[in-house]
């Protein structure tokens, strides 16, 4: 069974940076991804960013493009978000996922509304909480 613990939330002026942490245990699938999704009150779980962990592919939705970088320590077995320039709008709680099975030639073929297709993600973590604010 696939456990993910995100960490590193917190409250933050508009412009500062905030580093999540995702620390998965129990995978053992070589070909899988990880996706970063958030979910601010009132609207709906999206997904803004994801890692192919096989070779180190990343994608990001538009809304953080630019800010945000997706990274990952295989070694450590975690995926890490580098939130920069963090605007009120990003104010969420933020959640990583799993996708087993998927392959990176897959993950790359893909459209946004498929790669971040929230029920088809096989683990959740129970999410770290992100406040922008002056």
């Known amino acids: 069974q696939v456990q993910l613990v995100e960490s590193g939330g917190g409250l933050v002026q508009p412009g500062g940076s905030l580093r999540l942490s995702c620390v998965a245990s129990g995978l053992s699938l070589d070909y899988y991804s990880v996706a970063w999704f958030r979910q601010a009150p009132g609207k709906e779980r999206e997904g803004i960013s994801c890692?192919?962990?096989?070779?180190?592919?990343?994608y990001y939705e538009n809304p953080v493009k630019g800010r945000f970088t997706i990274s990952a320590d295989k070694a450590k077995s975690t995926v890490y978000l580098q939130m920069n320039s963090l605007k009120v709008e990003d104010t969420a709680v933020y959640y990583c996922?799993?996708?087993?099975?998927?392959?990176?030639?897959?993950?790359?073929?893909?459209?946004?509304?498929?790669?971040?297709?929230?029920?088809?993600?096989?683990?959740w973590g129970q999410g770290t909480q992100v406040i922008v604010s002056s």
């Open positions: 996922a799993t996708l087993l099975g998927i392959t990176a030639q897959a993950m790359a073929i893909l459209p946004s509304s498929l790669r971040f297709k929230t029920n088809e993600y096989d683990s």
């Open positions: 890692i192919s962990t096989t070779d180190g592919s990343t």
